[in-house]
């Protein structure tokens, strides 16, 4: 058995949970998320909880079951609470600003970077070197600020760039001086 499917996922106040042959969709607080399942997986709402279930033990209804376990937990958890990620911008001169909508960062580069966020992901600038992603959508929220990131990833001399909150960036020591 899946050690991770079989949790049953606890259904906050304020969230509701409508189910369809091979979809699922979660309202709450925060917005509306939907999803297309396996239709080999059922689901099965009793007592405030959601329990996954598959049809057999093979390798692959056990991955998809640990799977799709997760993806409907974090949909439950994006619609109450919501996801965030922190950025951190190192540099002299490298600095983001919020224009209207757009998020505006100038990394150095001859020009601004201007960036536009999908629908249903909100950017914050708290400070010039600071940037926070929220979203209801985990995937969504993550690949936004791994995008935000590639525009200049920490480089590993001097450690200037965009990198998550608390990531750690290895240096090499560079040239040595005659």
Known sequence: ?????K????????????TRESSIKVNGPKGELSRT????L????EDGKIYLKRP????YHRSLHG???????????????GFQ?????VGVGYRAEKKGKSLVLQLGFSHPIVFFPPEGIDIVVESPTSIVVNGIDKELVGLVAAKI????????????????????VRKKAGKSGA
């Open 1 to 5: 058995m899946s050690r991770v499917g």
């Open 67 to 81: 799977l799709y376990r997760s993806l409907i937990a974090n949909m439950v958890t994006g619609v109450s609470e």
């Open 149 to 168: 990131r590639s525009f200049r990833p920490p480089e590993p001399y001097k450690g200037k760039g965009i990198r998550y909150a608390g990531e750690y």
């Open 37 to 40: 399942i396996d239709p080999a």
């Open 56 to 59: 057999t033990d093979s390798r």
């Open 7 to 18: 949790v049953p996922i606890e259904i906050p106040q304020g969230v509701k949970i409508e």
């Open 85 to 89: 990620k922190r950025l951190e911008i």
């Open 42 to 45: 059922t689901i099965k709402i």
